[in-house]
């Protein structure tokens, strides 16, 4: 981690390409956004016309070798030079990521031009509490929808031959377990059979009542049989497309967080979006269902203009992401979680075809 005195060293030292000119420690700020295991800072100079740059910092954590820590910043690094360039290549204006300025895998830093707009799930939140009109909101949705579709099949496609060995070794690690990163890279049936293995894992962990889950398992396997061919449909995948990781401005869609984009199911990021939406209206407390409904017709709009994706699909993988909010405790969040996913997950049990 790096401390005060020595990030603001390391940014007068690389100041020339970060901002375009030597700047000296008096002519620009350092704010902290957030802490944890990755520290990340906003760099701001005092004359308005250089560009404002966001700092993430890595620090090794307990036990964990620091060739990790270069790895990290340097895969980081090289997948959003990247996506950067088959956005631009894509020539849809307004659908981008941050630009990747530096890189200093040695000290765990990398750097990006800031970010414009607010995060999707706060346009959400002001709808929710009064403070926005629903059809802005809608109107937000559909362009999150067509930054989606501009990536996963108007652009070009994003290989894997900016990863090192070792960020191969670093991802494979992080994705083994976790419900959504797992699924990246696969097609067909081990697509299927991993999220079977997933699903019957947590149903069980959950402790949730056998005769649903017997219901629950065979509605899955009843959505995926004979799963693959033109029903697989691959491309480009953000990898845990949040509404949290989606930043909307007047005039740019912006998304962030791209450490796991890689090729994959194109159903993985439309139907993670789509259960966070389902998440997110939970705390409506009247109306929710219709509410979602628009929101999702908003989406597809932008993401599947042509109907590009089976729904029918589409739903199983939502239902796959909202077993996991079945998990029990969390609290008040938890509870109305595990109510909102029970819900949706009856009401998608009854259109599933035998």
């Known amino acids: 981690m790096q401390d005060g005195s020595g990030l603001q060293a390391v940014i007068v030292a690389h100041s020339e390409a970060l ?8 002519e620009f700020s350092v704010g ?11 760099v701001r100079p005092a ?17 964990e070798d620091a060739t990790m820590v ?20 894509a020539g849809v204006g307004g659908h981008d990521v941050p ?13 990006m031009e ?74 067909g049936s081990p697509l299927v059979e ?20 017997e219901r629950i398992e065979t509605a899955f396997a009843s959505a995926f049989r004979d799963f693959g061919g033109p029903r697989d449909l ?19 869609v912006v998304a962030i967080d791209l450490e796991q984009a890689g090729r994959g199911s194109l159903y993985l990021d439309a139907a993670y979006f789509l259960y966070q939406l389902c998440m997110s209206t939970r705390w409506k407390a009247f109306g929710r269902d219709r509410r979602l409904s628009a929101l999702r017709k908003a989406f597809l709009a932008g993401r599947s203009p042509s109907g590009q994706l089976d729904e029918q699909l589409l739903d199983a993988f939502i239902a796959y992401y909202l077993v996991n909010s079945l998990r029990p405790g969390g609290g008040l969040a938890g509870f109305t979680a595990r109510a909102r996913a029970s819900s949706w997950i009856e009401q998608w049990l009854g259109r599933v075809p035998a």
């Open 19 to 26: 901002f375009g000119r030597s700047l000296t420690a008096s």
């Open 32 to 42: 902290t956004l957030a802490g944890g295991t990755r520290q990340i800072y906003r």
């Open 47 to 63: 004359d308005p016309r250089l560009p404002v740059v966001v700092g993430k910092a890595r620090s090794p954590r307990a036990g």
């Open 70 to 89: 270069f790895a990290q910043t340097e895969h980081e690094f090289a997948v959003h030079a990247a996506v950067s360039a088959v956005m631009a290549g």
């Open 99 to 111: 630009r990747p300025i530096l890189a200093l895998p040695e000290q765990g830093l990398l750097f």
């Open 114 to 187: 800031q970010a414009p707009g607010e995060a999707m799930a706060r346009w959400i939140s002001r709808e929710l509490l009064g403070l926005a009109r629903a059809s802005d909101t809608d109107a937000r949705v559909r362009r999150c929808g067509d930054w989606l579709y501009t990536f996963a099949c108007r652009a070009d496609a994003v290989g894997q031959g900016h990863r090192s060995e070792a960020a191969e070794r670093l991802l494979a690690a992080a994705r083994a377990n976790h419900h959504v990163y797992s699924l990246i890279g696969l097609s």
């Open 194 to 213: 991993a999220m079977l293995a997933q699903v019957r894992r947590r149903l069980r962990a959950y402790r949730v009542e056998p005769r649903t889950t």
């Open 234 to 252: 691959q491309g480009n995948v953000h990898g845990k497309f949040s509404i949290a990781d989606i930043l909307v401005s007047s005039d740019r």
